[in-house]
């Protein structure tokens, strides 16, 4: 008898999701009992999803769209119209639109080469370089540079064109688009007995708002896509995509993290160990040419993230305003970094990890490998000082494979996407007839009490693993490393006996 598990029955969600089962009513109420499923050739769930994603992502580049328009500027040639704060009243504003000429992308030297003055900053730190990790930084540039040879050579081809960072946008929109069709498809492939749970990924309105925000695309579809090549036993390719992500955005090294407590609960650590290796080898072999050649560039980001305060959407934020506490280190000159802040933020956040491992380590069963992806991602988040809104997209896979629970992924995804609202209208100013911070911080609040909710559900589903909507199904875990099958000796088939044989038998 074989040893392979068994494939696991799909879940109809309009049998077990309350959300799916109330909105079937407007299609003639839940599956029947008796229905033909899997008939169609064509409209597989796979592409149901990715046509989703696709309108989705074609609903978020027109929220942004307000913020591409142009007009006479005062010598007469045409610009960007942000007259009036329009970015912030339209709430379409956007990193990308700013990239070109805020990061130097335009000029002939490299990232991290190129170094500017900034005049604003306190004086003996005016000098600048950009401010994003390598992966992304390169691919800006390359962006950058595919947007001046499309304006130069091809525009006169008949091609459309339109103003340089328009046009940098829309190429940088189409590849971060492509990059969540990957999370959608990988989230779909991790869970073939609940292939519909990717449809939460597909139409999440975090996506919506934020794929185009920001940079973070790059980071969570490599993410997304070490943790499906983990699922599969392609622990190598894990890793290198893993270090890719790292060197996207600095978040993604936390995935190591629960692969090892997974592993070292299992017995089965090795898997987890080459993925790390494999990582860390290849955010080296990434990051080390610049590291070594444009040392004061490379280390911009980071500096940058020491250096910082706490923004205005962190619980440190939120705590001084509403107490009028003056913080860790009180009032700092411009420039200053908080120390205290960074050190109380890294012990908080170590307690959390250790609490993970702890959990890990006295679970009835291993737990699942995105449980404790979500929970290491969401303490991250929550003790950080800084939660920009395109941060949140780093949850919504996270979130999708460890909870599958529509009502409650999708009223979390909505509160999260609301805080887009008071932000824009707090950043215009009060002066400009903007919002107070209040209301803004209360909807940030509500927020991280979302995401607390959620950690403390996975937590009793990692306690409790009969209440684990995914292993309710019988799975173990469908996200740890699976033996690769390999291809053995083919049987040969018993050579036939003699005529004379076969006539006397």
């Not at 942004?64 to 329009?86: H, I």
């Not at 802040?341 to 679970?363: E, K, P, Q």
């Not at 950690?455 to 684990?468: C, G, N, Q, T």
């Amino acid at each position: 008898m074989s040893n392979e598990p068994q494939p696991q029955a799909r879940v109809a969600p309009t049998w077990t999701e309350p959300l799916a089962i109330t909105a079937s009513a407007a299609i003639g109420g839940p599956l029947g009992r008796h229905a033909m499923v899997g008939r169609s050739r064509f409209w597989t769930p796979l592409r149901v999803i990715l046509l989703a994603a696709v309108l989705t992502m074609s609903l978020g580049w027109l929220v942004k769209a307000p913020c591409l328009q142009q007009y006479p500027g005062p010598t007469g040639r045409l610009v960007l119209d942000w007259q009036a704060d329009r970015q912030y009243v339209a709430m379409c504003y956007t990193d990308i639109v700013t990239m070109p000429a805020e990061d130097r992308l335009t000029s002939h030297e490299l990232p991290y080469q190129a170094r500017w003055n900034d005049p604003t900053a306190p004086p003996g730190d005016q000098l600048r370089y950009m401010d994003y990790p390598v992966v992304t930084a390169y691919f800006l540039w390359a962006v950058a540079k595919s947007t001046m040879y499309y304006l130069s050579d091809l525009a006169g081809a008949g091609l459309p064109t339109g103003l340089p960072e328009v046009v940098f946008f829309d190429l940088v929109a189409a590849c971060f688009a492509a990059l969540w069709l990957v999370v959608v498809w990988t989230v779909r492939r991790q869970r073939p007995e609940r292939p519909w749970d990717a449809v939460l990924v597909a139409i999440s309105p975090l996506a919506l708002l934020h794929v185009f925000t920001g940079t973070d695309a790059l980071a969570v579809a490599a993410s997304a896509g070490a943790l499906y090549a983990f699922s599969r036993g392609r622990s190598v390719l894990a890793g290198v995509l893993l270090g890719l992500a790292t060197g996207a955005k600095l978040y993604a090294v936390l995935l190591l993290l629960p692969l090892l407590l997974v592993g070292h609960r299992r017995g089965q650590l090795r898997p987890a160990l080459h993925t790390a290796i494999a990582a860390g080898l290849t955010w080296f072999a990434v990051n080390a040419p610049f590291a070594v050649l444009f040392t004061p560039g490379w280390l911009e980001p980071f500096r940058n993230g020491i250096r910082g305060g706490p923004e205005p959407d962190s619980l440190f934020f939120a705590l001084s305003y509403f107490t009028g506490w003056l913080g860790f280190d009180g009032p700092l000159p411009p420039g200053q970094a908080p120390v205290r802040l960074n050190l109380v933020a890294l012990g908080l956040f170590a307690v959390c990890c250790v609490g993970i491992g702890v959990l890990a380590r006295r679970a009835p069963r291993p737990p699942r490998v995105a449980s404790l992806c979500f929970l290491v991602v969401a303490a991250a988040l929550l003790l950080n000082k800084s939660w920009s809104p395109q941060f949140s997209l780093w949850l919504v896979p996270l979130a999708v494979l460890a909870l599958p629970r529509w009502r409650l992924l999708l009223a979390w995804m909505t509160v999260d996407a609301l805080v887009w609202v008071p932000r824009m209208y707090y950043y215009l100013g009060s002066d400009d007839k903007g919002l107070p911070p209040d209301p803004f911080l209360a909807v940030v609040l509500l927020r991280d009490a979302m995401v607390l909710l959620l950690a403390v559900l996975v937590i009793r589903s990692v306690l409790r693993p009969e209440l684990d909507p995914v292993r309710a199904l019988g799975a173990d875990d469908p996200d740890w490393a699976r033996p690769r099958r390999r291809a053995g000796p083919v049987p040969r088939a018993p050579a036939a006996a003699p005529e004379a044989a076969r006539t006397s038998a």
